[in-house]
Every structure is written in structure tokens, then in C-alpha cells.
């Protein structure tokens, strides 16, 4: 497997020319689903091997966890910014220097798992109450110089779950876990 694959292992996240309810219902089920699929997926993992790579130079299984927490925990903030304010311009966090902090290396994993389940339920009930209207509000980031719309982001954030899901599934895969 390439460095690459193992990178982006479901490729990177592409935006669908129109998105449509369906792709957005599809979408928010990927966000609602991704605590219990997560949790499934390292509840019984060792610390050995949580404390394992997912590729070369990359994260450990327990890094992955809680930068899933730290993202989505800034993610809820940043749609309620938008939801809230005009167009934001949103802080953004230097997500590698977060990964190497200690509790992102050394805690448990329980309690990401305990603020994923948390966040995604209050996540999951914003983002199925919200008027098309207001899914095309924007927030800018800083780093990508643009707006972003709430239903793109909501469509980033689903990749971001499958996407740090299957370093975890794929690095099982490979070590036969």
C-alpha cells in the first residue's frame, strides 16, 4: 500500500457539483453513526495498539481519537459561528502540534469517545433542524482563504469521520487486530 494511500485512505474529500437532500441526509447519517462505529472499532484495542502508527510518520490510533474529539468539537463551534454571526472568520488550530500534546498522546481514549458521543448528539440535532437556508450560510477559513456553506462543511465532516475511521480499519486490517 502506498504512503499516500495510507494517507488519504478513501481518497480525498470531493464536492459534489450539487448537493442535493440525499447526499446531505447521507451526509449527516455519516456524522451520526461515527461515535458507535469509532467506538466499535478501538473499544478493544490494547494500549499497545492504540498507541500504534496508522502509517509511517503518522498519528497513533490514540492520537487519531482524540483529534477526532478536538475537530469536531471545533467544528460544532464553527456552525453555530455561522449560524450566528455573518460570515465568520473562523480561528483555526494547528491540529499537528494539538496531536502532540500530552493528552492527546498518553490518555485514555474514553473520554474522546465520552465528548464524540456528546457533540454528535448535539451536532446531529442542529444540523437536522436547520432551513435550507440557513445550510447555505458560510463561515471563512483563514487557511483556505474562502467561504465555506454549512452543507459543505457538513459533507467535509462526514469525510472526516470516514476518513479517520478507515486509518483505524485499514491499520487492523494490515496488522490482522
Not at 54 to 74: K, L, M
Not at 114 to 135: D, F, S, V, Y
Not at 144 to 164: R, V
Request: glycine letters at 4%.
Amino acid at each position: 500500500m502506498t504512503l499516500d494511500k495510507l494517507k488519504f485512505p478513501i481518497g480525498e474529500f470531493e464536492k459534489p457539483e450539487t448537493i442535493t437532500e440525499n447526499i446531505l441526509t447521507n451526509w449527516i447519517s455519516v456524522i451520526a453513526l461515527f461515535p458507535e462505529k469509532l467506538t466499535s472499532e478501538v473499544n478493544n484495542l490494547t494500549d499497545s495498539q492504540l498507541d500504534t502508527p496508522y502509517r509511517p510518520g503518522g498519528w497513533t490510533v490514540r492520537q487519531v481519537v482524540h483529534h477526532c474529539a478536538d475537530s469536531h468539537i471545533n467544528s460544532l463551534t464553527r456552525f453555530k459561528l455561522a449560524l450566528t454571526e455573518d460570515n465568520p472568520t473562523i480561528k483555526p488550530y494547528f491540529e499537528d502540534r494539538w496531536a502532540e500534546l500530552p493528552d492527546s498522546k498518553t490518555l485514555p481514549i474514553d473520554s474522546s469517545l465520552k465528548i464524540l458521543e456528546g457533540i454528535h448528539a448535539r451536532w446531529i440535532t442542529l444540523l437536522n433542524n436547520l432551513t435550507n437556508q440557513q445550510l447555505k450560510r458560510t463561515f471563512v477559513h483563514p487557511e483556505k482563504g474562502k467561504a465555506l456553506s454549512l452543507d459543505e462543511a457538513t459533507g467535509l465532516y462526514a469525510w472526516h469521520c470516514n476518513h479517520h475511521l478507515a486509518h483505524i480499519t485499514t491499520l487492523k486490517q494490515r496488522k490482522n487486530w
